[in-house]
């Protein structure tokens, strides 16, 4: 027995190391698109040990279509499709019953203006895909998901970053119990449905705005209600999201180590912040151009219960404007490494 450890590229590539590592027995073939090999060359190898192929990787290879013969790759459990041409997720993709992993980045983001082809569908075939424990469809042009992904009951990861979804387009995934790690960001979200609250598994929840020359230039959603109720997460990132008002109810996110809420408008934050004692990383900051800049000039204040947070590692504050004596304050009783650069 031995373990199999992917070397992967990429935000979501690092969450699915973080999560998860497939350990393997037998023979394992794996076939990687390391070089200039052509697609046909690395398939007719899988082929040739296909009851011992597990991960298969046809990244970057110019292909529209994949042949019917990859569906004699009983045991694969995982495919990388990434940065490819198709317009869709080839069926026989749905044959492989044994996949695990299958990740289709894109190119580029919704509206690129580049000549790169995109996903723009997600067939509702995707539920034949019953052992599937993460997709990657981030960086493509895909603007709904199908009712039938509340059929992947085994789905743990989803990274969507990058699409054009809607907040309408999003309410099916709600339904994913069991998911633990969720990557939205990027998209035309402007909400999220109450149902939300179903992902009472949920660990990771990305959903940054888009950006352009440091400021956020997509649709903002503010805080829904919603995500204090997910009271399993231990990652929220919310970058430029127009928030004016940090909820009080964000004390019930008990779990939470990191919280990004980078370039939002908000001026405090609430004295519930102080329930998150977990806490090992906290981003309140502002990058000071465009239309950022005049939030810069106001004046930012830290609630009595910012001392609490004594597992705080990393604290980023950069861009605000906060008067000396309630700097003094938090140094005063924050772990004092966290502003040793400042000294």
Same mark, same amino acid.
């Given at each position: 027995?031995?373990?199999?450890?992917?070397? +992967?590229?990429?935000?979501?590539?690092?969450?699915?190391?973080?999560?998860?590592?497939?350990?393997?027995?037998?023979?394992?073939?794996?076939?990687?698109?390391?070089?200039?090999?052509?697609?046909?060359?690395?398939?007719?190898?899988? +082929?040739?040990?296909?009851?011992?192929?597990?991960? &298969?990787?046809?990244?970057?290879?110019?292909?529209?279509?994949?042949?019917?013969?990859?569906?004699? &790759?009983?045991?694969?459990?995982?495919?990388?499709?990434?940065?490819?041409?198709?317009?869709?997720?080839?069926?026989?993709?749905?044959?492989?019953?044994?996949?695990?992993?299958?990740?289709?980045?894109?190119?580029?983001?919704?509206?690129?203006?580049?000549?790169?082809?995109?996903?723009?569908?997600?067939?509702?075939?995707?539920?034949?895909?019953?052992?599937?424990?993460?997709?990657?469809?981030?960086?493509?042009?895909?603007?709904?998901?199908?009712?039938?992904?509340?059929?992947?009951?085994?789905?743990?990861?989803?990274?969507?970053?990058?699409?054009?979804?809607?907040?309408?387009?999003?309410?099916?995934?709600?339904?994913?119990?069991?998911?633990?790690?969720?990557?939205?960001?990027?998209?035309?979200?402007?909400?999220?449905?109450?149902?939300?609250?179903?992902?009472?598994?949920?660990?990771?929840?990305?959903?940054?705005?888009?950006?352009?020359?440091?400021?956020?230039?997509?649709?903002?959603?503010?805080?829904?209600?919603?995500?204090?109720?997910?009271?399993?997460?231990?990652?929220?990132?919310?970058?430029?999201?127009?928030?004016?008002?940090?909820?009080?109810?964000? !004390?019930?996110?008990?779990?939470?180590?990191?919280?990004?809420?980078?370039?939002?408008?908000?001026?405090?934050?609430?004295?519930?912040?102080?329930?998150?004692?977990?806490?090992?990383?906290?981003?309140?900051?502002?990058?000071?151009?465009?239309?950022?800049?005049?939030?810069?000039?106001?004046?930012?204040?830290?609630?009595?219960?910012?001392?609490?947070?004594?597992? &705080?590692?990393?604290?980023?504050?950069? !861009?605000?404007?906060?008067?000396?004596?309630?700097?003094?304050?938090?140094?005063?009783?924050?772990?004092?490494?966290?502003?040793?650069?400042?000294?």
């Amino acid at each position: 027995m031995f373990g199999l450890f992917l070397s +992967l590229s990429g935000m979501a590539k690092m969450i699915t190391l973080f999560f998860v590592a497939f350990v393997l027995t037998g023979s394992v073939v794996v076939a990687q698109s390391t070089d200039k090999r052509s697609a046909e060359k690395i398939i007719t190898r899988a +082929l040739i040990h296909a009851d011992t192929v597990t991960m &298969l990787d046809l990244s970057g290879m110019e292909m529209d279509t994949l042949p019917d013969d990859i569906a004699k &790759l009983k045991n694969l459990k995982i495919l990388y499709l990434d940065e490819n041409n198709f317009r869709t997720i080839p069926q026989v993709v749905f044959k492989l019953k044994n996949l695990e992993v299958l990740s289709m980045r894109g190119w580029g983001t919704f509206d690129d203006d580049t000549n790169h082809h995109l996903l723009t569908i997600v067939p509702s075939q995707i539920d034949k895909l019953t052992s599937l424990v993460e997709l990657n469809l981030e960086k493509n042009n895909i603007t709904d998901v199908p009712q039938e992904f509340a059929q992947l009951k085994s789905l743990r990861r989803l990274f969507l970053y990058g699409n054009g979804l809607s907040a309408a387009a999003v309410g099916g995934i709600s339904r994913l119990y069991m998911l633990e790690v969720l990557d939205l960001s990027a998209n035309n979200i402007t909400g999220l449905p109450a149902s939300f609250s179903n992902l009472k598994n949920l660990k990771y929840l990305g959903l940054d705005n888009e950006w352009e020359e440091g400021c956020p230039v997509g649709d903002a959603m503010g805080f829904p209600n919603v995500l204090c109720s997910l009271t399993n997460l231990e990652v929220l990132s919310m970058q430029g999201q127009s928030i004016d008002s940090v909820p009080a109810s964000i !004390g019930n996110l008990k779990k939470l180590r990191m919280l990004d809420l980078y370039g939002n408008q908000f001026l405090y934050l609430p004295e519930s912040i102080g329930n998150l004692t977990e806490l090992t990383s906290l981003n309140i900051g502002l990058l000071c151009l465009g239309n950022m800049l005049k939030l810069c000039d106001l004046q930012f204040y830290f609630p009595q219960s910012i001392c609490n947070l004594q597992k &705080l590692k990393s604290f980023f504050f950069e !861009g605000r404007s906060i008067a000396p004596k309630e700097m003094d304050r938090i140094k005063e009783c924050l772990p004092k490494n966290l502003f040793k650069t400042e000294e």
